[in-house]
C-alpha cells in the first residue's frame, strides 16, 4: 500500500461534540463557490466560505436544538440552494443565504480590517495586525418546519424522476419518510381531504401544524396567508437501521434510484416506484450473519467510465473494512478487504481531475474515474480506486468526524479537499490534494514496448538485449540490468554518450573520405562513363553530415578536445568487449 | 504550465517517536543487491527479521556480483531505517539495534579495503545509564559495525548479520558530522572514518589490519589543514572533501559561521596532494552542508561550492577551485522559509547540467538551475515538515534516479517525471541511432 503526505491545509475553529453526519458541502449562497457547513450536537450552525486564514466561520446560528444531520439542496424547487439542517427534536431549519456581495456586513469586516491596520501601525507595532473577522451571526433560521423527531440522515434529491426534489429523511428507529416542500395557503389546508389530513397527522404534524396556522395568523393581518409545509410523500419500513442514504441513476431506464446502506454491508436499491431490491445477499449462515448485523455499513456512488460511457458505480464499505464495489449495470460485484485497525466512518467519492480546473466539467470526457475516500477514527485515510488500489494518508490526531469533497478554496474554483473535524474543537482542511492511486511504477515499465524502433543498435550496446527485452515484455522487469544501465548511461553519463556520438561521427567522416577517395579512383578509371546518381547520392550524403555537426555543435558546446574524446571511446569499447567476452 | 519534475511514490514514515536530523542519511553503495522478492505490500512492506520461511523458499538467484548496487540508509532517534534496492522495487528493513546504544547522532555507511559493509554511528545515551568504571563524562560513544564476510549473499542479510558484529569507541566529545575518506598510509590506500566534534578537532579512525579493530590515529600527518582547527573553537558542523582528477577540496562549516576552504593539488613528481591555497570567510550562523560539486556532469567543468547557513540563505561559491570564496553568489529564495538544512546536487533534467537542490526548516524544497551566470530557481515543492536531508539514487533500479527527501518524521520518496525521461531517452536514442545507421550505410 502507497502512503503519502498531503502538505497545503488551513485551520479553523469550530467547537462541540457533533454528529459525524452533520456537514454538507454545497453552494449556500448561490455564487457558484461551495461552501462548507457543520453542526454540532449544542445547536451551534457554522458556515465557512474562501480560505479563512484566521479560523473563524463566515456565519453562525446558535440555539438549533441537537443538530444530527444536514444537507444543502434545491428544497424550495426555486432554483436556489438553501441549508437544510434538522435536530433530534423534530425540527427542520431552513436557511437562504444571499450571495455575499449583497451583505453589507462583509463591507463592515473589510472596514474594520483596514481601519485595525491603521490603528496597529500608529501604535508603531512590530507585530503582523491581527485580521480578526467576526462571523456574521444570524438571528434565526429562515423558517423553521415540523418533520419526524429522531432523523439522523438527511438527502435532498429528486427520487422519483419528476424533476422535483424531495427531502429524504432516515429515523433511527428504521423508518425513511419522503417529504415535499410545499407552499399552501391556510385555506388549502382546510379543504384538504380527511385522507390526506390523515397523512399529516400521522406523521406527527397535526399539532405542529396547528401551532404554525395560529403564528401564520400573525402574517394574515400582512396578508401573508401561505404557509410553508414539508408534505409527506411516502413512508418506508426497514428491517434494519438506516446508515446510510444515496442516490444513483439507472443505467437503463436512466431514472433515479435510492440507495439505502442496511448494516452488515448491505444495500437496498429503490427505484421511483418504490420497488425494492436487495443485491446483497444475506448470507445462509446464520452465525456470521450475526455477526455481521452490528457492522455499520455507509454507501456512496461513484462515477466510472467504461467505453465513454458514463455509469454509476455503488461503493460499499462496513466499517470493518469490507469493501464493495456494485456494477449497476450487470449487478456484479467485486469485493476487497482494507485492513484496518480502527473503525473507518464515513466515505465520499471523489473525482481527482475536477481539482481547481473547471474546463474538466466542460469536456466529460477528460475526466477520470471517480475515488472514494474513507477515514478511520485514529485518522488513517484510505484513498480506493475502481481496480483497489489504496493510498493511506495519515492524520496526525484522532478524529470526530471527516468530510471529502469540492470547496471553493479561493474564489471560482472548487477543489477537492479533506476536512478532519478533531477532539480539539478544530477543523483542519487540506487541500490542493495531490493524489494519484496508481500503484507505484517504474521506468523499464514505461518503456516497455516503446523501443522497437531501436532494437538494432540497442542489440549492438546492450548485452544479453534480446534476452532481457523478452523478460521485459514478458513482464519479468526483475532482470533487466543491462537495459536500465544503458537507460541509465544515456540520460546521466552524457560524457559516454557524446563520446560513443563524437566516435560514429569521426567514423563516419573518415568512411566518407575513403568512399571519396574510392569514389575518385573509380571516377578515374572509368573516365568515359558518367555517373549521375551516384553523385547525387553523395550531394544528399554531404548535407546530412553538414547538419549532423551543426547538431553536434550545438551539443558540445565547450566539450572536450578530439584526443581525450577518443582515449574514452577507447575505454568505452574496452568496457563491451570484456562485457561481450563474459557473456559468451 | 508548470512542469513537475518528481511526483511523490511513497512517504514512509519511521516508527513511532522517530525523528531524524541533518547527519541522518547515507547512501551506500556495494556489489550486494537485494534477495528478497516483490512484496505484494509493496511499497508500505518492512521487515524487521528475516524469517526462515522467506530465505528457504523466495530467495532470489545470486546475481553477477559485478554489478554495483545503490541502498539508502535513514537514522532517526532510536533506529535505522534501510532501503534496500531491487529492479523494480525496493525493500524496507527496520534495523533491530539494540535500544541501550542511546540517541543516534550521526551515521555512515561504506565499505572498506578490509570490510565489505561498514555501519558507523555515534549515539548520545541517556544520563542515567553510566557504567561506574568508565569515564562518567563520556556520554558519547562510536559504534562501528562490520562485516568481512564474503560469503555473503544479498544485501538484506549482511543487515540482519552486521548487528552482531560491533565495536564500541567511547568519546568524550559531542560528535557531529561522520564521513569517511580515504587515505594514504603507510604507501597504501585504506579507508578512514572521519568524525568532527565539538572540541574543534577532526578525528580519523583506521581499521587495524591484523585485530580488525578501529583505531583513532593523528589527524596532523594526513589532514594538516584540518588539524590546524583543533585548538580553536570551532565546532565543525559539516566537512565536506572532495577530490577531481588532479584537485583535492576540503571545506570545513563551523558552528560559529566560520567557513574554511583548502585546495591541493597533486604534484606530478610525487603523485601526492599539496596544500596550495586556503581561505576562510565568516557567515555568522552555523553552516549546515556543504556540497562541492562540478557544474555540469560531464568531465571538464566549473567547480562550484554550495554553502547552507542556519540564518543567512544558501550561498555558491562559483570556481571555487580557482577563485576560492572571492566569488559568492546568493540563492535569495532559500531566506524566506526558514533556516536552510541541507544541499544535494543532482540534474534533475537529463542535460547534463546538474542542479542544485536546497531543503529548508520552512518545509521547503527549491531547485536551481544554473543560467549563463546565474542560478535560478525553476522548481519547489512543499513538504508536511521540515527537510533535514536531500539525496538521489536508483533506488528501485529502472535507470532513473529517485529523489529522496528526509523530513523530520518519514523519507519521502519522489520519482522523476518518468514521461520526460521517456521524451529524452528518445531524444538520445534517436541520435545515436541516426549515426549508427548513417556509419552502417557507408560501411557497406
Partial sequence: ?584 | MEVEYFNESHFSRFSSGGRTNIYGLSVFTTRLGSGLPYDREFPSNTSKCLSLEILTNNLRNRENKERIHQHLFVSSFYGVTCFVSAQGYWNTIDLPLDKDIGEIISMDVFSSINSDFVFALTTAHSGQRIIPDDDSQSQFSLRIYSLSDYALTFMEDAIFKIIGNCQSIRINFTPTQLAHTTINKEDEDCTALILCGNDGGVHLYIEEKGTKKWEEISVRPYFPFLAGFADSNSNILSLEIKEFQNIKIIAAGCQNGMLHVSISKRSESAGDFEQQEQSSVALFSPITSISIFKSSTSEKEEIHMLVTCAVEQAIVYCYVDKKLLKHPFYLRECSQHDSVLCSHIMDIDWDGQNEILVGTYGRELLVYKQGMITFQLIWQRSFMHPIYRISGLDLNEDGVEELIVATQYGVHILQPNLHKAKEQLFKVLNEIDALDKEYKELCT
Avoid at chain 1, 432516515?170 to 416542500?181: G, K
Avoid at chain 1, 544503458?486 to 563516419?508: G, T
Wanted: aromatic share 6%.
Fill in chain 1, 1 to 584: 500500500m502507497r502512503s503519502i503526505c498531503l502538505v497545503e491545509r488551513v485551520k479553523w475553529k469550530f467547537g462541540g461534540n457533533m454528529n459525524p453526519h452533520a456537514f454538507g458541502f454545497g453552494d449556500v449562497d448561490n455564487d457558484e463557490d461551495n461552501e462548507f457547513v457543520i453542526g454540532n450536537l449544542k445547536g451551534e450552525l457554522a458556515v465557512f466560505k474562501g480560505i479563512s486564514v484566521c479560523g473563524e466561520p463566515y456565519m453562525i446560528c446558535n440555539g438549533l436544538g441537537t443538530i444530527t444531520c444536514l444537507a444543502i439542496g434545491d428544497i424550495k424547487n426555486s432554483g436556489k440552494n438553501s441549508i437544510v439542517c434538522v435536530n433530534a427534536e423534530g425540527q427542520c431549519h431552513i436557511f437562504d443565504v444571499a450571495p455575499s456581495n449583497e451583505l453589507i456586513p462583509i463591507v463592515d469586516n473589510e472596514n474594520t480590517t483596514t481601519s485595525s491596520k491603521k490603528s496597529n501601525d500608529s501604535q508603531n507595532s512590530t507585530m503582523r495586525p491581527i485580521i480578526n473577522v467576526n462571523p456574521l451571526i444570524i438571528e434565526k433560521p429562515t423558517m423553521t418546519l415540523p418533520v419526524p423527531v429522531n432523523c439522523n440522515r438527511i438527502l435532498i434529491a429528486d427520487i422519483d424522476g419528476d424533476g422535483i426534489n424531495e427531502v429524504i429523511l432516515a429515523r433511527t428507529d428504521r423508518i425513511l419518510h419522503v417529504l415535499r416542500f410545499q407552499k399552501l395557503s391556510i385555506d388549502n389546508i382546510k379543504s384538504l381531504t380527511k385522507e390526506q389530513q390523515n397523512i399529516l397527522a400521522r406523521s406527527n404534524m397535526m399539532t405542529d401544524l396547528a401551532s404554525e396556522m395560529a403564528n401564520s395568523k400573525d402574517k394574515e393581518k400582512k396578508g401573508a396567508n401561505i404557509v410553508m409545509h414539508l408534505v409527506e410523500k411516502k413512508k418506508l419500513f426497514f428491517d434494519g437501521q438506516i446508515t446510510s442514504l444515496s442516490t444513483a441513476k439507472d443505467p437503463i431506464t436512466s431514472s433515479p434510484l435510492l440507495l439505502v446502506g442496511q448494516p452488515g454491508g448491505h444495500l437496498i436499491i429503490i427505484d421511483k416506484n418504490e420497488k425494492k431490491t436487495f443485491p446483497t445477499q444475506v448470507s445462509d449462515n446464520p452465525e456470521s450473519c450475526d455477526e455481521l448485523t452490528e457492522v455499520s455499513t455507509e454507501i456512496v456512488s461513484g462515477i466510472r467510465f467504461k467505453n465513454g460511457e458514463r455509469l454509476d458505480v455503488v461503493a460499499i464499505i462496513t466499517m470493518d473494512g469490507k469493501f464493495t464495489l456494485y456494477d449497476l449495470q450487470n449487478s456484479s460485484m467485486r469485493h476487497h478487504e482494507l485492513r484496518v485497525t480502527h473503525k473507518l466512518f464515513g466515505m465520499a467519492a471523489m473525482n481527482l481531475c475536477i481539482n481547481g480546473d473547471k474546463k474538466c466539467l466542460d469536456e466529460p470526457e477528460k475526466l477520470g474515474d471517480d475515488i472514494f475516500v474513507t477515514c478511520a477514527w485514529n485518522g488513517n485515510t484510505y484513498m480506493i480506486d475502481h481496480d483497489f488500489n489504496v493510498v493511506k494518508f495519515e492524520f496526525e490526531t484522532r478524529v470526530c468526524a471527516f468530510a471529502a469533497g469540492q470547496y471553493a478554496i479561493a474564489p471560482g474554483h472548487n477543489v477537492n479537499c479533506f476536512m478532519y473535524v478533531d477532539f480539539e474543537d478544530r477543523i483542519t482542511v487540506y487541500y490542493n490534494l495531490r493524489i494519484n492511486t496508481k500503484p507505484v511504477t517504474n521506468f523499464t515499465e514505461i518503456m516497455n514496448g516503446q523501443f522497437n524502433q531501436f532494437d538494432e543498435l540497442l542489440r549492438n550496446k546492450i548485452p544479453d538485449y534480446d534476452q532481457e527485452k523478452k523478460a521485459l515484455s514478458n513482464g519479468q522487469n526483475q532482470s533487466v540490468y543491462n537495459i536500465t544501465e544503458f537507460f541509465h548511461q544515456c540520460l546521466y553519463q552524457l560524457d559516454d554518450y557524446k563520446n560513443m556520438k563524437a566516435k560514429l561521427q569521426r567514423e563516419i567522416e573518415e568512411l566518407k573520405k575513403q568512399k571519396r577517395e574510392e569514389y575518385e579512383k573509380e571516377q578515374n578509371e572509368l573516365r568515359e562513363k558518367n555517373v549521375p546518381t551516384e553523385s547525387d547520392k553523395l550531394g544528399s550524403a554531404d548535407e546530412s553530415e553538414s547538419l549532423n555537426e551543426e547538431q553536434s555543435r550545438n551539443h558540445q558546446h565547450e566539450s572536450s578536445s578530439i584526443s581525450e574524446q577518443e582515449e574514452c571511446t577507447f575505454n568505452i569499447l574496452q568496457d563491451v568487449e570484456k562485457r561481450e567476452i563474459e557473456n559468451e
